[in-house]
């Protein structure tokens, strides 16, 4: 079945950019998604990006999509210790209502 | 403000005692889901709903049942809990397009525990 995978833990010192990376394995994804979940809290959109494109950038998010390879990254800017999160990626597929999240990446910001 | 209410946010019960955990959201949405989050696993779907008296399981549907009487409310009926469903659940709503459930909005989750 499909399947989304993503590395368990990343630290960064604040102020680098950081990259959490995300793989699937159905090629007919239609949407891909990031998430934030700060403790003790739901799932918090960060941004979303059609199968067709390559790039998507909104602020300090910049999203890649490499369709061929099936995989999708997620940077942020200039990090801080507020991005310290569980950052989940996630697709969805036209026509099947199903939406799969990967395991979730802990992003630990160092100051 | 459009959220997704879960109700409660903590619960503890013992083995075989029937309990339901709400959802609610006001933002007129057609597409509901549960997902229970477990360290290392990620987020699993339970249940989900299309639209009013449409639901289908997800990937762990297993002790779990559903309803979606009215648009605004998906609630999450566990008939006789077991250990197994200790865990957080998250209550999810979606407007949809072409068969996509787009961007989610989040709950605030229940911590259940089972004893």
Redesign the interface.
Known sequence: GEDVEQS?FLSVREGDSSVINCTYTDSSS??L?W?KQEP??????LT?IFSNMDMKQDQRLTVLLNKKDKHLSLRIADTQTGDSAIY?CAE?????????????TRLKVLA | EAQVTQNPRYLITVTGKKLTVTCSQNMNHEYMSWYRQDPGLGLRQIYYSMNVEVTDKGDVPEGYKVSRKEKRNFPLILESPSPNQTSLYFCASSSTRQGIAKGYTFGSGTRLTVV
């Open positions: 368990l239609t949407y998604y998430y003790g809290a739901g799932l918090q959109l979303y989940f969805s597929t036209s026509g099947t209502y199903k939406y799969i999240f990967g395991t979730g």
